[in-house]
């Protein structure tokens, strides 16, 4: 049986026709639905969204004062953070090589070199960590040197 050009025509176009609605239905039509829903959450997270007050300033209640985190200026952290170094290289007995005290950038620098026990340099991290003031140590050198542990440490304090 042979067909002529018209109706190869005519059959090829109904191969891709049903090709294309096999498509649709096995993978178009579930990717459109499951798109309509993620915008139709999206719709609902931003009307929800909007109709809340956490995201706005005048949300605000009185323990909000508690969780403000407040830079001092300049001299106030100095004098402050001098003062919790000062204790805790008297409290855990180290032996300070040499110290110095730079700026840069909003922030004081601090470059100490001491030395001491492993049990104390461990707790002197850890005390800085937990302190009241914001700290960041930015480089630390630890060197066991028998009983005792040399340590460098750079630590970086923000002001106003």
């Known amino acids: 049986m042979k067909f002529s050009n018209s109706e190869k025509r005519l059959i090829f ?12 239905l096995r993978f178009l039509d579930p ?5 309509d829903k993620i915008r139709l959450e999206n719709t609902l997270i931003k009307k929800t969204i909007s109709q ?25 952290q100095l004098s402050n953070i001098l003062k919790f170094l000062d204790e805790e290289i008297i409290n855990h007995s180290f032996k300070i090589l040499s110290a110095s005290q730079t700026t840069a950038h909003d922030a004081i620098i ?5 030395e001491g026990r492993y049990p104390d340099v461990k707790e002197f991290i850890r005390d800085i960590s937990e302190s009241k003031f914001i700290l960041a140590i930015s480089e630390i050198l630890l060197e066991q ?13 923000p002001y106003k």
């Not at 176009?13 to 649709?24: A, C, M, N, P, Q």
């Not at 809340?52 to 106030?76: G, M």
């Not at 040197?145 to 304090?157: H, L, Q, T």
């Open 13 to 24: 176009i109904t191969f891709l026709v049903i090709v294309f609605y096999i498509y649709w």
């Open 31 to 35: 990717l459109i639905t499951s798109i």
């Open 52 to 76: 809340t007050n956490i995201f706005k300033e005048d949300n605000k209640t009185e323990n909000d004062s508690i969780n403000k985190i407040i830079i001092p200026s300049k001299d106030v």
């Open 110 to 114: 601090f470059d100490i070199r001491f």
């Open 145 to 157: 040197n028998n009983d005792k542990i040399f340590a460098a440490i750079k630590i970086a304090a």
